[in-house]
């Protein structure tokens, strides 16, 4: 945001919507190459603008700006956060007692497999060495070592 703030801006100003690199489980797991999450938008506003929700509903035509930042889908530290979050989102069809088993969750975490068993594209292994992570990961790799290695024997879950 800073830099976007600091640059000469043309006017009127185009909104941008900032596509995410989109991980799973952690910045091993790529979703498929060239997929990206519509993250968040940079819209100039004032009294003028239209309201957020109309706004929002307009980001499909805004100028895309690939790369600009990351979403890491389930990349939780423990198995009780997963849990939460399958108890909590709107998909309750998938909050079944299968994908709640602890055993398939750390099996979907360390090989990348999807954690509903849908069909769909393969998620990537990538070699961390080889993209860019976010800055506090690599200060801190061994405070998010779930979100940057899956492959130990409990996926990196601290209550495994």
């Known amino acids: 945001m800073q830099t976007l703030a600091s640059?000469?801006?043309?006017?009127?100003?185009?909104?941008?919507?900032l596509q995410c690199d989109f991980y799973y489980y952690?910045?091993?797991f790529l979703l498929g190459r060239g997929n990206s999450w519509a993250g968040g938008t940079?819209?100039?506003?004032n009294s003028h603008t239209k309201i957020p929700s109309?706004?929002?509903k307009a980001r499909a035509g805004y100028r895309p700006v690939s790369g600009a930042c990351f979403h890491c889908s389930y990349c939780f530290d423990s198995i009780a956060?997963?849990?939460q979050?399958?108890?909590?989102?709107s998909h309750t069809e998938f909050d079944i007692p299968k994908f709640r088993d602890k055993?398939?969750?750390i099996d979907r975490f360390r090989n990348g497999k999807d954690l509903f068993d849908r069909g769909g594209g393969p998620i990537h292994r990538v070699n961390k060495n080889q993209i860019e992570l976010p800055q506090l990961l690599q200060r801190e790799p061994e405070r998010f070592m779930y979100m940057l290695n899956r492959s130990f024997p409990n996926a990196g879950f601290r209550d495994a």
């Open 42 to 45: 940079v819209s100039r506003f």
């Open 81 to 83: 956060g997963v849990r």
């Open 7 to 17: 640059c000469e801006r043309p006017l009127p100003f185009e909104s941008l919507l």
């Open 85 to 89: 979050k399958l108890g909590s989102f």
């Open 54 to 56: 109309e706004l929002r």
């Open 103 to 105: 055993q398939h969750i």
């Open 26 to 28: 952690s910045f091993e």
